[in-house]
């Protein structure tokens, strides 16, 4: 990269994290006005059509639940004094409780309360979508230092019909053919988890947009599960333009790129995504798909199918902080980001430019001297490179072997066997 890219880079990654940094205070979950504030803010970065659908709705093998807002919580002890306030903190309520304001003995309180007895200091992550229920969530050194006595109990929230909203983001390619790149926004506090993989993506369409790319580029920024799921049913007729597609999540954190496969494990997403983090030299894993993690498993349920694969830092549940307090703006970095964003738009180069091409002058090799293609090469500091790409895609140009396929079995960059096909076709050799 050069060091302007370089520059371009690090910029990027301080004002992705400037965008967690906004998102982080606002409580999200999988319905509410949460969801709403977060996708107003992104809209700041990208245009984004919001769909609302309605409670009730039958969504594949779901129902769109009930929508859920939150006011304010908080455990006040004999004295008015706030012992655990949802003022302080979003995670300190468990994710759509119902409403509740009582008094009650600490022994009672306590069976509504959860804490991470082994990170003392930290405040866990903790739902109840599905089944109604009320709750806390506080650090075990806070529960420690209560004394027995009665405690005000409230949260003024509320469950009822509404609506639940996810947004989409278009950029129109020169074909019909999707790739979707799909995010999770139901999460509250919680930086890596996944503001730093909705900051990503909305850089990453920032990026493309200023590109005139081969495939259209849907963005999804959706609850987890039911968004993914509702996002599923509304676009079943239309499912078969999606040839592609990358679920982001965890893209903060400092440890190495993780790539999750799809299903398939050989889908051109899941090659494209080894080639680059190979080619690359970065520090990487690549590990097969299980039916558990984030909505990859939703689009790559056998019914749809779809070659759709998760990258990641640190997978889910792989670090400490997942899901606690602990994983905040500062558990994020922007050189991770800015790395993160940059290999998709690395792999997004490829899967945009990876084409099958037919030799039209397949019997002998052409004559390339004639059609100014070694004059080309002129001053060239990769001439042979380049020259060998030429004849490389002449000679696996059969209609079934992809650019990719080139770029593998000749060991060259993709970069110089794309740019060689170009040549090709300029000079009516190739057809794609």
Known sequence: MTASGEQSMASAGERMHTLVERLYPLCRSITGDGV?????????????????????????????????????????????????????????????????????????????LHTLPDRPDWVPYRTSYYKPEWGFCLAQATLDALADGEYEVLIDSTLADGHLTYAEHVIPGQVPDEVIVSCHVCHPSLANDNLAGIAVATFLAMALAEQTPYYTYRFIYAPGTIG???????????????????????????????????????????????????????????????????DERQYC???????????????????????????????????????????????FAVLDRN??????????????????????????????????????????????????????????????????ADALRGAGLIKA
């Open 301 to 347: 349920s056998p019914g749809f199918d779809l070659g759709v694969g998760s990258l990641s830092r640190t997978p889910y549940a792989g670090y400490a902080e997942y899901h606690t307090s602990a994983d905040n703006p500062g558990f994020v970095s922007p050189e991770a980001m800015a790395d993160t964003l940059a290999v998709c738009r690395e792999a």
């Open 36 to 112: 709403r504030a977060t996708l107003e803010i992104v809209g700041e970065y990208v245009p984004l059509q919001v769909h609302e659908v309605a409670t009730g709705t039958q969504v594949l093998d779901w129902t769109v639940p009930q929508e859920w807002n939150i006011r304010d919580a908080y455990i006040a002890d004999a004295a008015g004094n706030r012992v655990v306030d949802f003022a302080a903190s979003s995670l300190h309520v468990l994710g759509y409780s119902v409403p509740v304001s009582r008094t009650m003995p600490l022994a009672e309180l306590r069976t509504h």
């Open 355 to 420: 084409r099958r091409f037919v030799n039209l002058s397949p019997y002998g090799e052409p004559q390339l001297g004639r059609r100014g293609l070694y004059d080309s090469l002129g001053g060239r500091s990769d001439a042979k490179q380049a020259q060998m790409a030429m004849l490389w895609v002449l000679s696996l140009s059969d209609g079934e072997q992809s650019l990719l396929d080139v770029a593998e079995r000749s060991g060259l960059p993709f970069d110089t066997v794309a740019a060689a």
């Open 228 to 294: 993914a799921i509702t996002w599923l049913a509304r676009n079943a007729e239309r499912i078969d333009l999606v040839k592609h597609g990358l679920v982001l999540a965890c893209a903060g954190d400092s440890g190495q790129l993780t790539y999750k496969q799809s299903r398939r494990g050989d889908a051109e997403i899941d090659r494209v995504m080894r080639h680059v983090l190979l080619a690359s030299e970065r520090p990487h894993r690549v590990t097969e798909f299980t039916p558990y993690g984030y």
